[in-house]
């Protein structure tokens, strides 16, 4: 796969560098065949960065990075603060979607109260204990390695529910094997509930199309 890559993008003259991978055999056939491999995060004390999305490819986990900590903390939070902390963390795969998503919930709010992009946020807890979290959020970790080996069952289940403030969905693999059942994060999806009144029902009907 490797040598096809490189093949079809050097036709467009577009030279790809940086290879990685957590199979020691497969790193090493790369660089006995002059591909430009990048540092290993278990040889280097810089992780490995794709869209802000932090791999470990010696655990093969994936984190969220954040930058925000020191701005937050020496800026006056307005609706332009929050909605720029909001943007900031790079999430494809939503796995920080319980808490993103509640700044963005707040930020619903200062639209229907009429704030302005500068105006200072009432002295309330919400923005700052979510800032505060931010701390702890660093330190989540998701697995990327989904184990299939003596597994009686393997299914894809879809969760989703409603709220009067948020509709979501989360899909994972669901692994029955002799003596447990694991299930492991694959992605979700959220969107705020639109401020015109919409009934419970109806946005449990939307969760599926997220």
Do not use: Y
């Not at 790193?27 to 992780?47: A, V």
């Amino acid at each position: 796969m490797s040598k096809e890559a490189t093949s079809i993008l050097s036709e467009a003259s577009v030279n790809m560098r940086q290879w990685t991978m957590n199979s020691p055999s497969l790193f090493e056939m790369w660089r006995e065949n002059d591909l430009e491999c990048q540092q290993s995060s278990s040889d280097s004390d810089i992780p490995l960065k794709d869209l802000e999305l932090i791999w470990d490819n010696k655990k093969d986990t994936l984190k969220v990075a954040f930058n925000l900590l020191q701005h937050l903390s020496d800026t006056i939070p307005t609706k332009g603060v929050a909605l720029g902390a909001c943007s900031v963390p790079c999430d494809p795969l939503d796995i920080l979607r319980p808490f993103t998503v509640r700044i963005k919930i707040l930020i619903q709010k200062l639209w229907e109260n009429d704030f302005t992009w500068d105006e200072p946020l009432p002295p309330d807890k919400e923005f700052k204990e979510w800032a505060h979290e931010l701390t702890f959020v660093q330190d989540v970790v998701v697995p990327l390695h989904f184990s299939v080996m003596k597994t009686e069952l393997l299914e894809v289940d879809k969760s989703s529910g409603a709220s009067h403030k948020v509709h979501c969905s989360v899909d994972d693999f669901r692994m029955k094997h002799t003596n447990d059942v694991k299930a492991n994060f694959i992605v979700s999806k959220s969107r705020l509930t639109p401020l015109r009144t919409v009934t419970l029902p109806r946005l449990e009907c939307w969760d599926p199309w997220l």
